[in-house]
């Protein structure tokens, strides 16, 4: 998952802030769009209009970029390859043996995301509520995917994933300053309390992961569903914990193919899904069993405000996407269970991606 799981600059320069995120953002869509599937997300609990819900996952932002050719291991001749050497090094689930065709696939991203309490006009701190938190990383995934032999006619696909991410939770990674900009534009109420976040600390999470079609099958010409089961551990000062998810897809030109649902799956984006438009609704089902939320759980190694968290967590999804040519829009709704004991309600958000495939 795991962390649910915009740029750097001095505190209290929140046009600096933006405009350098945009910089990023903007040189790296022009150097990557022309041989990359660019994905830009959108998570915020302003997606869901659900009354009885709380706001204390407030907005996470992603922009990620999967190379369309995939990663060719080195081999024996390493010489000028150091970043292919050391994604061979990570690669831990590559495929020995030459009669296990697979692929292996990679995806870079940088994403930003911050909480805070449902009530943000309290300027001291809510013991029963979590604190405000903000978290700028950095991360690259790397998938092995294979295609699973049975005695269908229905190809199915099973994958072995790392994921490793590293940044920076505290003032250092702008949320108070993205989240007062945004507040501005929609002319909200400012947020009172980020003087009480949590201090500066640096942060990762590595993540393994599998993921397997269950289930293929073919309805008529046009119309398929899938059921795709995964399970996850992850470790780090961030998040740690492990969690068995499933996942049902019934859709029309149905790619046998998936992408993830939310910021925090671990995956790829499909660079060939055909030029046929299609589209598809999607259910699932999370249970996690968290260790470590610093979100929750507060700073590793100083003090600060925390909760009691709550172990078992639970997240139920609905989703939909839709593709023509080289342009994919998904759109997902997530309930979460309450992830600290003095939680006053239950958590829900959306997930939004644009993907954009290069042509040919």
Known sequence: MSIVPTSLAVPGTRSSA???FSLIACLLCLQGCANHTVALWSEND???????AISNYSNGLQLTFSPAAPHEPCANDCNGHAFRRFIDFMNI?????????????????????????????ITVIQPDDRPYASWLSTSIEIVNERL?????????????????????VGPAAQGEELQSWWHRVCSCSDPQGWDLQLENEPGFVYTLNHERQLVRHDLSN??????IGTAEAA?????????????????YNLSPRWQGKTMADI?????????????????GLTGRY?????????????????????????????????????????????????QYSTQSATTWFGSVVVVWRPSG
Do not use: C
């Not at 995956?267 to 299609?278: L, N, R, T």
């Not at 009691?308 to 040519?325: A, H, I």
């Open 235 to 251: 470790i780090g000062n961030v998040y740690t914990g492990a969690e068995l998810a499933g996942t049902v897809r019934l859709g």
């Open 148 to 168: 699973v032999s049975d005695m269908s006619s229905n190809d199915r696909y099973a994958r072995s994933s790392i994921g490793m991410r590293i940044g920076i």
């Open 18 to 20: 933006r405009n350098t």
């Open 290 to 338: 968290v260790a470590q939320d610093i979100f929750v759980d507060g700073n590793t190694w100083r003090d600060s405000h925390s909760v009691n968290r709550t172990p078992w967590v639970s997240d139920q999804l609905l989703g939909l996407g839709m593709y023509w040519k080289q342009l994919e829009l998904r759109a997902t709704m997530i309930r979460r269970t309450d």
């Open 93 to 121: 689930f590559e495929a020995r043996d030459e009669a296990t065709e697979s692929e292996v696939r990679l995806r870079y991203g940088l994403s930003h995301q911050y909480f805070t309490p449902d009530n943000t006009q």
């Open 46 to 52: 302003a997606w869901v209009d659900v009354p009885e």
């Open 222 to 227: 046009s119309w398929s569903m899938d059921l």
């Open 267 to 283: 995956g790829y984006d499909v660079h060939d899904i055909g030029v046929s438009p299609g589209f598809f609704l999607m259910a």
